[in-house]
């Protein structure tokens, strides 16, 4: 097995390693993406809408799902797959930039994943508006040689466009919904709609000929739905549709709560993870109670909720007043840019704390990859740039912390380095002013993300593989760097054995 980020900087993908093969597989012409851009975040402006005009997502969805059950969707939305006792499946989140940090993940997951049962897509298929069209170079042509079916969950950015290709593609080319009337008289929801973005004309045509990349019989996955359950083997995997603003509709939350009851195992896969970034988000469900209230009930017997929106890897393993142990898992690292880890302040959360908490890459690694990003962005790169070594160094000073990594003997921690981990919003103890950095924080992870600045590895993305028996599931985080070394042989980040009985 090759060393992972934690044995060795070069299995973290630093120093002058071998670029992977990834790059015979990019299409010639790559859309850059860059969250800057004023037209691409104006396309991009439902969240905003939904936020301060009111979220249509729930009507919208609830007319999906009539629509499937009126051509034959079973009532109950679940897949029953003849999977066997032993089984395996993979998972990836956030996936659909369709550049090189995306297609850096193939080569990994094809050797990781065979013999794989199916694939989940964990939240975010496509980026930036979830057209139709983007398939082709974001979904179909980067798994065309993944010989097994991919369900999904869709993101927020799916739900740009009132999840109408992802409907076409997950959901036996649904026809489009009949539109709605507009609003008459002038208001919060008649602005709205004013506002709302709609597909681009004839978006779509390219469709037909980009599913010929996935057509075997094998390879067709047919969902009932935005939200679904796959029984599978001894386990049900329940997947449920967060919309635009991390939430869950009425009807959908009846829904969970009837097929979240039996004595089966279950895991949930989410759009939005219930446990990030060191906060606890329970997911409400409109009419009252939370997501979590219903993986927590004892009676319902999950144990590990999966999300995908935060683009990197975290696990948090949250024991119970029941003396179960419930497995938190953040897997949004499948390609889309990378989210800061290193401005996660020391964990301390649902009984977690740092001894037990993992992430990817990290926090280390993610200061120093922010770094580099930033000195060039700058053209600061002399005063900005951390070595990995530093960045560990002081990123273990700042959270009081061994570092998952040692830096090489003799790293410092100079004013210059502190300077630079404070700037970056690198992340402390809760008693030295965490509370009051977070709104940085999210400025310098999220505002102003790497987006298609970040071509040249180590991209720290990774992936799912979960091996399930009657007795056990045993959980597996495997990265992609993007160097040809982790991509032959891609490390384990991440492992963990979950009990089912």
Not at 267 to 296: F, M, N
Not at 350 to 378: H, I, K, N, Q, T
């Amino acid at each position: 097995m090759s060393d992972s980020s934690r044995d060795t900087a070069a299995g973290a993908g630093w120093g002058d390693a071998e670029r992977g093969a990834y790059r015979h597989l990019v299409p010639e012409r790559v859309e850059k993406i860059s969250w800057l851009n004023p037209r691409l975040l104006w396309a991009a402006r439902y969240g905003g809408l939904a936020s301060w005009f009111g979220d249509p997502t729930g009507r919208t969805r609830d007319r999906w799902v009539a629509q499937r059950a009126a051509v034959g969707a079973p009532a109950d939305k679940v897949i029953r797959r003849d999977d066997p006792d032993r089984f395996s499946f993979m998972v990836l989140g956030d996936t659909g930039e369709g550049d090189e940090p995306q297609y850096a993940v193939v080569p990994g997951f094809l050797t990781v994943g065979q013999g794989t049962a199916f694939a989940v897509v964990a939240s975010d298929v496509i980026y930036p508006v979830g057209s139709a069209d983007d398939y082709d170079t974001k979904f179909f042509r980067p798994y065309r040689d993944y010989p097994a079916p991919i369900y999904a969950v869709p993101g927020n950015h799916d739900w740009y466009e009132d999840l109408g290709a992802f409907m076409r593609v997950f959901c036996d080319d649904a026809p489009p919904l009949p539109a709605e009337s507009a609003p008459r008289a002038p208001g919060r929801a008649w602005l709205r709609s004013l506002l709302w973005h709609r597909p681009r004309p004839g978006d779509g045509r390219r469709l037909e000929a980009a599913r010929a990349q996935r057509s075997a019989p094998g390879q067709r996955a047919v969902q009932p739905g935005p939200y679904w359950a796959i029984d599978a083997g001894p386990v049900r995997i329940v997947g449920i549709d967060t919309g635009l603003l991390g939430t869950v509709d009425a009807a959908q939350g009846a829904w969970l709560r009837e097929v979240s009851r039996g004595p089966r195992p279950k895991i949930l896969v989410t759009g939005s993870p219930l446990y990030v970034d060191g906060e606890h988000h329970p997911c409400a469900i409109e009419g009252g109670g939370t997501v979590d209230e219903i993986v927590r009930d004892p009676a319902h017997r999950y144990v590990l909720a999966i999300g995908g929106d935060i683009h990197n890897y975290q696990r948090y393993p949250v024991r119970l007043a029941d003396g179960r142990t419930l497995q938190y898992v953040v897997a949004g690292g499948g390609g889309a840019f990378t989210h800061a880890t290193h401005t996660i302040p020391r964990v301390d959360v649902g009984g977690v704390g740092e001894d037990d908490f993992r992430c990817y890459p990290l926090r280390g690694d993610s200061l120093a990859f922010y770094s580099r990003l930033y000195g060039r962005r700058l053209r600061l790169r002399r005063f900005f740039t951390l070595t990995e070594d530093e960045a560990a160094a002081v990123i273990a000073r700042r959270l009081g912390v061994e570092p998952a990594r040692a830096p090489a003997p003799g790293t410092r921690v100079t004013r210059r380095t502190r300077l630079v981990a404070s700037l970056l919003g690198a992340g402390r103890r809760p008693d030295r002013g965490a509370r009051f950095r977070l709104p940085v924080r999210k400025i310098y992870t999220q505002v102003f993300s790497p987006g298609s600045a970040t071509f040249s590895p180590p991209f720290f993305k990774c992936f799912l593989r979960l091996d399930v028996s009657p007795e056990a599931v045993r959980l597996r985080c495997h990265a992609a760097t993007g160097n040809r070394a982790q991509e032959i042989d891609p490390p384990v980040e991440d492992e963990v054995l979950i009990p089912l009985a």
